[in-house]
């Protein structure tokens, strides 16, 4: 088993190096070909892990040994990386398939399935660490393929511009994640989970509670980044200037989730047993971000044109649920929704990305409409994803986001609970809009649009499938002991509270009937609102002015400071410090130059005058 | 196996030799020592290589492929090569820097021999230094090495900004004179004191404490201004920006590790409690180093000074490693040397094959070049990833080990004050300084090869031959080869570094200081 945990992880890598160094077969069909085989591979290991789940594999060798330390890098297949194994693989298969109908006649396909194939590979790096240095070089990694990826069309100044800040806004958040590893390592002793866990429960932990509270938020922060929480989800929105599979696969079902599944790792350490935690007042920390963060992008997603933006600020709300949930102690759950998420909204984007497809590079939604009937195929499964999101019983949203905001009940977070609520009003809204906007009405574009061909479309069919029966099968089968059965220490079975079930559904339901209310005559719907609510909605427009003012902070701060450090070292390291010495050099040199006048006179008095000098000197010696 | 050394170092002399008789009238003369110089240094390579293979890092031989040939028997002055698996490191270093670098002086028309044979009397300097285990062979060397340096920006250089070439190479050479001056004042102190050239006996010999302390400063600072250190680094960037591709390759690559590698191979070796007693204030200005740099880095607009800033601020993190004083710092800066050397020849050479086209290397005129030069603008966009601490790079390892070895150092003690700086304050400027590189190197890549095609830029050439991709592609490789599997490197550098006497004076190990400072 160990062998093909190897497999799993290395199969997209060879395919990567590959079609890198081979550029015939870029050019080719073969090289997508490949790559797609590659994540076959990895889907059908992920499945022979979760047919054997019982049994966990651990394999390492040792990366690099100096004094007393080793850092090693191994492979952890366990019940929790079986669950996002098998959600990389199947998502990622369909995706790299409906990428080849999707980039279909892009010139350098090759690149972009060699960049995806990496990513591939460090999201699988991710997911099988067995300890934090090597999660965190993975984690980088999947950084760069990120940055890859949205710079994929470098040619548009936008793409670069979103490429760089998703890359330096993840960069500043891994400095906490750094920061928290290191620290984790002085107070335990060790990177690896195992062997942290192990301390945490004997209580072998060389320093005070707020430490190890404080080791909790840093890495929560690496979280944040890479999950794109308040203040760090400002690349996310931008980092659709990818194209749409990138977004589907990275940007909204894995490596977004990268960070609440690496919470789930990190914290599962430092779990006592039944809800206790070790991590003191980081659970309120995280909680509070992920609310806020759900419930801020919502009403961002609420005014957005572009259907790929209305998707990612989704996403960014989803997230902020699952991050609740972690808040909230309830990681199994957390994990359930990352899993539902994954499936229902890779599903949404293709089918943005089969949309945009078919309207010839179109993305924004007031220039569709009446798509309906013109992409049947794609109408539908548009409309099991945006159920299964809103959370329509027994679609899979419904159990995993009930379930969280069943579990912010029992820890009696009211705040949060009301929150997560009305956030699901929110997105029933938003999503409900773009659902008409896009389907319904008619036509307001140019282009002739028409459904996309069936390498696209069967990838679609496939999520769709997924996204409605997997809710389903995780509550009511094995799912749910599956997922409280790692390290065997969350509680439970997952169970939900019916009240809050039947609660939130009306949210949905009210939220949905308002929408439908707005737009369902006209895609003009929303003017009166915008009418009566001007600030409110260029609020919302200008996204609460936080990109703004660290446009402002980088301009005038982070400039101005660098700016001063060049006329520094200009003025002082090499006008002064290097300056003066020089200048005084010179000067002294002029000055002696100048008895070197060649005037035969002046050399005689010189002569004279040293003659008698020295004469005098002699002479008063002598007596 | 000691002519291994010697191969080594002979090959490039001997080059030298010959080079000096050849004639060099047509085009066919030029390719002749083109051909010439490239065989020497791969010879040099090979032999480097099989060094770095045959050396036992485990065995109880600190010094390997030993040769000692008497010379000045009153003097006790003799011959005497050889190195431990820090001298193997800069010694691999050194020889795949200067192939690359010959290849990559292919594109030189101009007074092709002479920059030949400077550039292997350069090398020849460089390689002498690491294999010399006399210090007066060390010091000697340690000239060699500068000279050649001169003429080589004087002649060949460019106007680096606002300072002419002529400038840059006069303050190149002052100041490293200055510096090797002061640091030979040192070394005739330490010989006074033991009456022997040879460093091999340096560590046995004692030396009272306060000569340690009070000749430590002298030494060090007469070596540190070639690291660069803070504020003794401003000849360091300008160097860079005004040499010739392949002089810069050498010079960041190499000609800077020099200074880190004496402070190791003297002072560290002579007087580790002065090392230990004073190196609490290098933890300081390393910091300034880092942040510093990173930010200068941040504001200038020509591609050379960013990344000659950039060198000055990774250099900080050899500083800091130097300054932990435990084998895990000390491992990742002589690590982090081997990787910068590489990285950073990596990206004068790749600069040098466009500045040749564009004949600017602001990054305002530059732009949109990818899609002309698809090969090099990919190396530059790995070198840049290198550069900003992306795992899977040899710099990431190092830089990592640098940063565990601070946390384990426990605070750096500040000589002549009552005052500990915690171990905290330089971990987080060496983290936030990865932050800042990716800054400033993101941004070089964006301005320089992203965005929409420039119509100016529609003539230039991309490197098509394997002749001019070998130097690039080899370059890359060793970096990932030695950043995925960094065992290749460390396990030969500790080999070296475990013997080092300044070692004892650490206060804590790789073991997390549990509980410390608390």
């Not at chain 1, 088993?1 to 160094?21: C, G, K, N, Y």
């Not at chain 2, 180093?289 to 950039?310: C, E, P, T």
């Not at chain 2, 040098?352 to 732009?367: A, I, M, S």
């Amino acid at each position: 088993m160990a062998f093909l945990a190897w497999v799993t992880l290395l199969a997209p890598l060879i395919a990567a190096i590959t079609l890198l160094v081979r550029p015939r077969l870029r050019g080719s069909s073969g090289g997508p070909k490949l790559a797609i085989f590659s994540v076959f591979i990895c889907a059908a290991t992920s499945l022979v892990f979760w047919l054997f789940r019982s049994e966990t594999v651990t394999t390492s060798f040792e990366w690099m040994t100096v004094g007393d330390l080793t850092i090693s890098i191994g492979l952890l297949v366990d019940n929790l990386s079986t669950l996002m194994l098998l959600v990389v693989g199947l998502v990622g298969s369909a995706i790299f398939v409906f990428a080849r109908g999707y980039m279909k006649g892009d010139p350098s396909i090759g690149r972009f399935y060699a960049k995806f194939a990496l990513f591939v590979f460090s999201m699988l790096g991710i997911v099988l660490a067995d300890n934090f240095l090597m999660m965190f070089i993975f984690w980088e990694l999947v950084g760069a393929s990120s940055y890859l990826l949205i710079g994929y069309y470098f040619e548009k100044p936008s793409a670069c511009d979103a490429a760089k800040k998703a890359f330096l806004t993840n960069r500043v958040a891994d400095f906490g994640f750094l920061l928290g590893i290191l620290m984790i390592w002085s107070l335990t002793g060790s990177f690896e989970f195992a062997k942290i866990a192990d301390a945490v429960k004997d209580g072998d932990v060389s320093g005070p509670q707020w430490q190890l509270t404080l080791a909790g938020i840093l890495i929560f922060v690496g979280a944040m980044g890479k999950s794109a929480q308040v203040p760090f989800h400002v690349w996310l929105p931008d980092a659709m200037e990818g194209p749409t599979p990138v977004s589907a696969l990275m940007h909204a079902a894995t490596m977004v989730a990268a960070g609440v599944f690496m919470i789930i790792r990190a914290f599962s350490c430092f779990d006592l047993g039944v809800g206790a935690t070790a991590l003191g007042g980081a659970s309120m920390f995280i909680a509070t971000t992920g609310g806020v963060t759900a419930f801020l992008a919502a009403t961002i997603a609420l005014v957005q044109r572009d259907i790929k933006k209305v998707l990612a600020y989704s996403t960014l709300s989803q997230l902020g649920y699952m991050v609740m949930a972690l808040g909230a102690g309830a990681y199994s759950i957390a994990m359930f929704h990352l899993t539902t998420h994954a499936f229902f909204k890779g599903l949404l984007f293709l089918c943005a990305g089969s949309v945009i497809h078919g309207c010839h590079h179109e993305q924004d939604m007031f220039k569709m409409g009446g798509l309906r009937k013109k992409m049947p195929a794609t109408f539908w499964c548009f409309t099991i994803g945006m159920f299964a999101l809103m959370g329509l019983a027994p679609l899979a949203g419904f159990f995993s986001k009930d379930l969280i905001i069943d579990s912010l009940h029992q820890k009696h977070l009211v705040g949060l609970q009301i929150g997560a609520t009305v956030t699901a009003a929110l997105t029933a809204l938003y999503m409900t809009r773009a659902w008409l906007l896009t389907f319904f009405g008619e036509y307001r574009g140019h282009a002739t649009p028409h459904e996309s061909p069936p390498v696209m479309t069967r990838p679609l069919k496939f999520l769709a499938f997924v996204s409605a029966v997997i809710g389903l099968v995780f509550y009511y089968g094995h799912g749910q002991d599956y997922l409280s059965a790692w390290h065997g220490k969350f509680a439970g079975p997952l169970h939900m509270d019916p009240t809050i079930a039947v609660v939130s559904t009306v949210a949905g339901v009210v939220g949905f009937l308002i929408a439908l209310a707005l737009y369902k005559k006209s895609h003009r719907g929303g003017e009166k609102i915008v009418a009566r609510f001007p600030r409110l909605h260029s609020l919302l427009v200008e996204k609460y002015y936080i990109d703004d003012s660290y446009h402002w902070l980088v301009q005038n701060v982070q400039q101005v400071i660098a700016r001063g450090c060049r006329w520094f070292e200009e003025a002082i390291v090499v006008g002064v410090l290097v300056g003066w010495p020089v200048g005084v050099t010179r000067w002294t040199g002029d000055r002696l130059r100048r008895m070197q006048s060649g005037r035969l006179a002046f050399y005689a008095s010189c002569f004279v005058g040293g003659v008698t000098i020295l004469i005098l000197f002699l002479y008063t010696v002598a007596h | 196996m000691g002519w291994l050394g010697l191969v080594v170092l002979l090959s490039p002399l001997v080059a030298c030799v010959r080079l000096f008789f050849r004639p060099e009238k047509n085009d066919n003369d030029k390719e002749a020592i083109r051909r010439l110089a490239i065989g020497h240094v791969t010879v040099s390579l090979v032999a480097a290589v099989l060094m770095w293979f045959f050396y036992k890092p485990d065995s109880d031989e600190r010094w390997q492929f030993l040769i000692d040939v008497s010379w000045v028997e009153t003097m006790n002055l003799s011959f005497r090569l050889g190195v431990d698996g820090i001298g193997v490191a800069m010694v691999l270093l050194t020889s795949l820097v200067i192939w690359a670098g010959c290849y990559v002086s292919c594109s030189i028309k101009d007074r092709v021999k002479e920059h030949y044979i400077l550039l292997m009397a350069l090398v020849v300097g460089v390689f002498g230094v690491f294999l010399s285990l006399d210090l007066f062979f060390f010091y000697f060397f340690y000239e060699m090495a500068v000279i050649p340096m001169f003429l080589l920006i004087g002649i060949w250089g460019s106007r680096a900004a606002k300072y002419s070439k002529e400038y840059a190479t006069m303050k190149l050479t002052l100041y490293l004179t200055a510096g090797a001056v002061l640091a030979l004042v040192g070394v005739l102190a330490i010989y006074s004191e033991t009456g022997t050239f040879d460093i091999r006996a340096l560590k046995a010999h004692e030396f009272s404490e306060s000569f340690q302390i009070a000749w430590f400063p002298v030494i060090f600072l007469g070596f540190a201004s070639i690291i660069p250190m803070w504020p003794f680094h401003s000849w360091s960037p300008i160097g860079h920006a005004a040499a010739p591709s392949s002089v810069s390759m050498l010079h960041a690559g190499v000609l800077m590790k020099l200074g880190a590698f004496a402070v190791l191979r003297i002072a560290y070796e002579a007087l580790p409690d002065g090392a230990s007693y004073w190196m609490g204030w290098v933890g300081v200005l390393c910091c300034m180093n880092i942040i510093y740099g990173g930010l200068v880095a941040m504001a200038q607009r020509d591609l050379k000074f960013i990344i000659g800033f950039s060198s000055s601020s990774h250099m900080g993190y050899v500083l800091l490693g130097l300054a932990t004083m435990n084998t895990t710092g000390l491992a990742g800066a002589v690590f982090l040397m081997f990787a910068h050397g590489i990285m950073t020849a990596l990206a004068f050479g790749l600069i040098g094959w466009f500045y040749e086209q564009t004949h600017t290397r602001v990054v305002d005129d530059l732009g949109g070049m990818l899609k002309k030069l698809p090969f090099i603008g990919t190396c530059f966009i790995i070198m840049a990833m290198a550069s900003a601490g992306l795992p899977g790079f040899a710099n990431f390892a190092s830089e990592l080990l640098v940063i565990l070895g601070a946390w384990s150092s426990g605070g750096f003690a500040l000589a002549g004050t009552d005052l500990v700086l915690p171990y905290w304050i330089p971990v987080i400027a060496a983290i936030w300084g990865i932050v800042i590189s990716a800054t400033y190197l993101l941004r070089a890549v964006k301005d320089t090869w992203l965005g929409p095609e420039n119509p100016r830029w529609a003539e230039l050439k991309d490197a098509q031959t394997k002749r001019q991709k070998a130097p690039f592609v080899a370059l890359i490789v060793v970096l990932a080869l030695t950043g995925c599997f960094p065992r290749l490197i460390v396990d030969t550098i500790k080999g070296g570094v475990r013997h080092l006497p300044a070692l004892s004076k650490s206060v804590g190990d790789a073991e997390p200081v549990k509980g410390a400072e608390r």
